[in-house]
């Protein structure tokens, strides 16, 4: 399989895209903890090749820009069955809303899997558009973000912003 990888300037860093073609396999964020570290000067944008990543890119300006609330792109990311049931989920959190861990569990109908909802969640390579960044521990607290807690602050101020005319939630 013949992955495409092009990266994105965007209000939260650089992104790095991957698709497989047909789908998106990645969304991850650069030089973040989690994600791939690189000197951003190094990077050269090119321009997408498949249909899928310019779909990508034109619904993440759309999002940054508070245009978009709900994408509309086909994923795939590799994940046993309880990460696929676990990131299907996530996509069922409505735009500038959040839910713990723990409500996360009771929705996949096993509200002891917590731990194992939060490392799905924390496995989650599709940042943004599998919105794994709305959430939050129990107590209303910003915790365990693969792309850092400043952007998971961000992503979620910036949707209150458009959804509520809130701009600072934390």
């Known amino acids: 399989m013949n992955i495409e990888t092009i990266y994105y300037k965007s209000p939260v860093g650089l992104l790095e895209i991957r698709s497989n073609g047909d789908a998106i396999a990645a969304v991850l964020f650069v030089n973040s903890w989690k994600g791939t570290a690189i ?90 558009i599998i919105p794994c960044h709305r959430v939050i521990g129990s107590n209303g607290s910003l915790v365990g973000y693969g792309g850092d807690l400043w952007r998971k602050k961000w992503l979620l101020e910036h949707e209150a912003k458009y959804a509520y005319g809130v701009q600072t939630l934390f």
Request: glycine share 6%; net charge negative.
């Open 39 to 128: 000197n951003e000067e190094d990077i050269s944008l090119l321009q997408p090749k498949s249909a899928a990543i310019k779909n990508c890119i034109q619904q993440l300006d759309e999002y940054f820009a508070g245009q978009r609330t709900e994408f509309t792109i086909d994923t795939a990311q590799t994940g046993t069955d309880f990460q696929q049931t676990v990131w299907r989920e996530l996509c069922n959190i409505p735009y500038a809303k959040t839910i713990s861990y723990l409500e996360l569990s009771k929705r996949i109908g096993n509200v002891k899997a917590i731990r194992a909802v939060g490392t799905a969640n924390g496995n989650n390579s599709v940042s943004i």
